[in-house]
């Protein structure tokens, strides 16, 4: 595949920030990484696979990361990067818009896949709810495009490499919002994305004491568990950062096991790229059964005792 001149990454998580570097090295010839933290976290860059590190200081209690904006939007009109790919939090599609608004392109979001085509830069992505996939150019010098986790998998960190770090003066923005308070959101700690078995529960699941059974299954053959998004955002009985699907976490595991889930296309494509899909549903005529690999029509509160007595046996012999 041929590569463009220089690539950018900006995340707001090293995690992110490490994929990114990883896909940068893929698509072009240089690798700068925009760092917004402690010095040592800049070049840490390098050791994910940044070339340069444009380093923007440390993130300061009154400062917001979009008050970066004008600092970033310098350095592009200078530097004039081909492709700025982008972590696709909240935040940072926020700052896509705004960069992408003040240089003159556009911003593709949540880029399925990335590649260069006769010099210029394709994105990929999907529409119409997941139903479809739409390939996309942009039309300024830059392509600014954000990217969800599990497109690029991270490189091992490498300490070894060279890599140079600039310190960026920071540009005052014509406009800032004040932050006078930070208050912790408590989250699951947990990253689906980079599980290699994954066991999804859906709307088969009776109540949330019932998820106690899938946990103690998946417990069984080290898996994480996941949801599909009426459990994360419907009846709130599982966190946001577990629900997989168009926009949540998309999957790459060795095994998906789907748990009392219909399989809507906007949860298939969160995991259309496991190599083995696993699926236990008491109605046989689920859309999910289109997609799977091995399918058990039956009532998962029958099913699944009977796997975990079966799995506790060979685990004894």
């Not at 595991?253 to 696993?278: C, F, L, T, W």
């Amino acid at each position: 595949m041929s590569k463009v001149t220089k690539v950018w990454v900006f995340a707001e998580k090293n995690t992110a920030l490490a994929q990114l570097c990883a896909g940068g090295r893929q698509l072009g010839e240089e690798v700068s990484a925009l760092v917004l933290g402690t010095k040592e976290e800049a070049e840490k860059a390098v050791s994910y696979g940044a070339d340069k590190v444009y380093w923007l200081g440390s993130s300061k209690q009154d400062k917001m990361l979009e008050d970066y904006t004008a600092t970033i939007c310098e350095l592009l009109k200078k530097e004039s990067p081909n492709l700025l790919m982008m972590q696709a939090s909240k935040r940072g599609k926020h700052v896509a818009g705004r960069l992408a608004a003040n240089i003159g392109t556009s911003v593709i979001v949540d880029a399925a896949g990335i590649e260069i085509a006769g010099g210029m830069i394709q994105v990929k992505h999907m529409v119409y709810g997941g139903a479809a996939f739409r390939v996309e150019r942009a039309l300024g010098k830059t392509t600014i495009t954000t990217v969800g986790p599990g497109l690029f998998n991270a490189l091992p960190e490498d300490n070894s490499r060279q890599g140079s770090v600039v310190e960026v003066d920071f540009v005052e923005p014509a406009g800032s919002v004040k932050c006078l308070e930070r208050k912790s959101k408590k989250g699951a700690e947990v990253n689906l994305s980079a599980a290699k078995r994954v066991v999804g529960i859906g709307r088969g699941i009776a109540s949330q004491e019932d998820i106690k059974i899938v946990e103690e299954f998946a417990g069984l053959i080290g898996a994480e568990v996941g949801c599909s998004r009426p459990i994360a955002e419907g009846v709130n009985w599982m966190p946001k950062e577990r629900y997989i699907g168009v926009s949540g976490a998309m999957l790459k595991p060795e095994v998906y096991i789907a748990i009392g889930i219909s399989g809507q296309v906007q949860h298939m494509v969160g995991v259309n790229q496991a190599k083995v899909i696993i699926a236990v549903n008491k109605d046989k005529g689920a859309p999910i059964f289109q997609h799977t690999d091995y399918g058990i029509i039956g009532d998962l509160y029958k099913v699944l005792p009977a796997l975990k007595e079966l799995i506790k046996t060979n685990n004894e012999n």
